[in-house]
């Protein structure tokens, strides 16, 4: 499902951050990563899904998406939070795990499996802890590619 996540669009940070500027920083490195255009339209709809209801689905992961008419295949990044964030999550948790999943506007069936092979993964807890834990990019990247429910 992952095969073309990218280490260029995982971030590892322990910054204080806010909702805003977390998505706005995940989006960037996930378009400079995948050479997406216009930006601030992915941005756009991310903020504007949110405001409808949030993506933080618990457990301390958000799963904020979007459709795009910008990208040909699924871009997916990562950004772990040391400290966690406010982000009105269904749990009212904060958020220290954020997957961004950017979808070509055609590609319904692959939006909705990477939703769920997202949601799947993370809810093993061993392999949730594995991911929240990891110190580096590098960490995280390993982490990531060595979660065999992506598949």
């Known amino acids: 499902m992952f095969e073309n996540l990218k280490k260029e669009a995982i971030i590892v940070t322990d910054e204080h951050l806010d909702k805003e ?82 979808s070509p506007l055609h590609d319904v069936q692959g939006h909705i499996a990477a939703l769920s092979t997202i949601s799947h993964a993370v809810s093993d807890e061993e392999a949730r802890m594995r991911l929240i834990n990891s110190k580096s990019e590098d960490e995280l990247f390993a982490n990531l590619t060595q979660i065999r429910s992506w598949e």
Do not use: W
């Open 21 to 102: 500027e977390v998505l706005s920083r995940i989006i960037m490195a996930a378009c400079k990563a995948f050479a997406i255009s216009d930006c601030e339209s992915i941005l756009s709809a991310i903020i504007d899904r949110e405001s409808k209801l949030s993506t933080g689905i618990g457990l301390g992961i958000a799963v904020p998406h979007c459709r795009s008419d910008k990208v040909q295949k699924i871009a997916i990044a990562v950004m772990l939070l040391s400290e966690g964030i406010e982000y009105n999550s269904v749990d009212g948790q904060p958020v220290k795990l954020i997957f961004l999943i950017i």
